[in-house]
C-alpha cells in the first residue's frame, strides 16, 4: 500500500520510488508493480525507461532493478544534449549561469574544504604544469575538469552540483577539451587556476575569487 504523501503532479513509478525506502534494495519485478501500481505493463515500461534515462533507476541482468541516489545530472545531460544539437551557442549561455553558480557559491564551497581536499587541489595544480612544460606539450583537460568539480564538490545542493557537473559534460561535447586555444592561453588560464588553489590554501578567499571571475572570461576570447 503506498503512503500518501505531498508530491508534484509525477507518473506512477516515479511516486512508488520516491516512497518507499526499500527501492534502493531491490525493486519487486514489473508483473508486481503493474498490480500494486494498477496500470499496464506497456505503461509501465514507459515508465521505467524514463527514470532510467534520467538516473532514477538502474537494471541489471542478474541483481534486477533498484532505486539510485538522486542527482540532478542525467535530467541535464538529456535536454543540454538536446539544447546543443539544435545549436551550439546553448552551450554558451549554459556557461554563463555555471559561471554565475561557481561565483555565487564560492565562498560556501571553500570554507568547507578539508586539508586533504587542499593538498588534492595542489597535485590537480602540480599535474598540469608537468602537462603544459612538457615533450610533447598535453592539455590538462582532465585536471582542468576536476578542479573546479573539486572546489564545489563539498557544497550540500544536488541542483548546483548537477548543473557543473553538467558543464563539464557538454564542454567536452562541444570540443573545448582539445588543444584549440594556443599555448599562452592555456598557461594564462593555470595561471588563474595556482591563485585559485594557493588562495584557498592560504585562506585568502576573495583573492582566489577574484581570480575565479576574471579567468571565466577568458573562454569567450579564447583563441
Not at 513509478?13 to 501500481?37: D, G, Q, V
Request: hydrophobic share 40%; charged share 25%.
Amino acid at each position: 500500500m503506498l503512503r500518501e504523501r505531498s508530491t508534484p503532479n509525477i507518473s506512477e513509478f516515479f511516486r512508488y520510488l520516491a516512497s518507499h525506502p526499500e527501492a534502493e534494495n531491490k525493486l519487486p519485478s514489473l508483473n508486481e508493480l503493474s498490480r500494486e501500481l494498477d496500470i499496464s505493463l506497456a505503461s509501465l515500461r514507459e515508465q521505467l525507461e524514463v527514470a532510467r534515462a534520467l538516473g532514477f533507476v538502474e537494471v541489471r541482468p542478474r541483481t534486477g532493478m533498484r532505486r539510485l541516489e538522486y542527482s540532478f545530472t542525467p535530467a541535464i545531460r538529456q535536454s543540454l544534449g538536446y539544447a546543443l544539437a539544435l545549436n551550439d551557442d546553448h552551450f554558451r549561455k549554459f556557461a554563463e549561469m555555471r559561471n554565475h553558480l561557481e561565483a555565487a557559491y564560492w565562498y560556501e564551497a571553500t570554507a568547507q574544504l578539508t586539508e586533504e581536499d587542499k593538498q588534492d587541489l595542489q597535485t590537480l595544480i602540480t599535474r598540469a604544469w608537468e602537462k603544459l612544460r612538457g615533450t610533447p606539450i598535453q592539455v590538462p583537460h582532465e585536471e582542468h575538469r576536476k578542479l573546479h568539480l573539486s572546489i564545489f564538490k563539498r557544497v550540500d545542493n544536488p541542483f548546483v552540483i548537477g548543473v557543473l557537473e553538467a558543464y563539464w559534460e557538454a564542454y567536452e561535447g562541444v570540443g573545448l577539451n582539445v588543444f584549440t586555444g594556443g599555448y599562452e592561453y592555456l598557461q594564462e588560464v593555470w595561471r588563474y587556476h595556482q591563485v585559485m588553489v594557493e588562495s584557498i590554501c592560504n585562506g585568502k578567499f576573495e583573492v582566489g575569487y577574484e581570480a575565479l571571475v576574471k579567468h571565466t572570461d577568458l573562454l569567450y576570447h579564447r583563441p
